[in-house]
């Protein structure tokens, strides 16, 4: 009986090991779930792999870290000296898609805990971790700055934004950061381009299998077009398809809703034309079409919001 219990305790891969694996893309390193694709994994230890020949040695900085398993191949990563995990651990987050993704205990203290179970306590000595919003955090917490981040938090345009803009203030200015999910949040990563345009700062923004996004600031903005746009996907057929994807999905799954707001935008028109034509037949017209007009502005204003609000978080 404690032979067959011991077998079914699970072997910690040693460092070598995973070095190897990170090395040939295998995505078996991934020993903690991860909610990506197998093409994403693949396109995560790609660009660990640039990071180690391009840095060789590196901070990781990660904002949305649920139960850990993007984190993994980094704490066991010699080459990552030190990880940083930033959530404020919601139950719940929205995204562009105007529903709710459901996060269950949701806390660092289980992420640790089934980190624990497959990493070393010198791999876990790495880890530092903050419960709160990245802009929340101060810049001299993470010292040394990062040069290597991850951004995976809340899927919404607003927020992401708001992750790259505290992102900044943590990494040195020669820096990679990453996006997962970046159909949904494609134009957080188009204005954080601007914004970077901006600020002048030299960059590279390339698209992996299946939606990452991998940006590189500086020195390393070359590297990452030289070594992963061979890899990666064409830009603006990725934005495109994006785009319509994610408003097909909407249409789909809240056509109800929005069949409602419709119906309910036409009865609106429908009264206000016949209002119209009840003072034209009075003769007020004159006198009553800068009242009405602010009616109808108010109205309309009225739905739009109300769609703004359901449908464009």
Known sequence: MQDKLRAEVPQMLTADQAVGMIGTLDIAVFQVQTQSTFNDRASF???????????????????????????FPHLIDPACQGAVSVDPRP???????????????????????????????SAMAKLTTFDSDVSAVPPGAVEPKATLAFIDGEHTNRAC?????????????????????????????????????????????????????????????????????PHGLDRVAFLERSQRELWSHIAK?????????????????????????RTRKAGRLDARMSRMARRASARIRKVVDRIKRRFAR
């Open 253 to 277: 799954v809240h056509s109800r809703e929005i069949r409602t707001e419709v119906e309910r935008l036409r009865s609106d028109n429908a009264r206000l034309a016949e209002e119209i034509e």
């Open 161 to 229: 934004f708001s992750d790259f803009a505290g992102v900044l203030q943590l990494t040195k200015p020669d820096c990679i950061i990453s996006f997962h999910d970046a159909n949904l949040i494609a134009d957080a990563i188009i204005n954080a381009e601007r914004f970077l345009d901006h600020l002048g700062v030299a960059h590279e923004t390339v698209f992996l299998p299946d939606t990452v996004a991998v940006m590189g600031l500086g020195r390393l903005a070359s590297a990452v077009r030289d070594e992963l746009q």
């Open 45 to 71: 230890l790609r660009v660990q792999t640039l990071a180690r020949s391009a840095l060789g040695r590196y901070i990781y900085l990660e904002v949305g870290s649920h139960i850990g398993g993007s984190l």
């Open 91 to 121: 139950a719940a987050l929205p995204d562009e898609r105007a529903e709710f993704m459901r996060y269950p205990e949701n806390s660092t203290a289980r992420m640790i805990a089934v980190l624990s179970e497959r990493l070393p306590p």
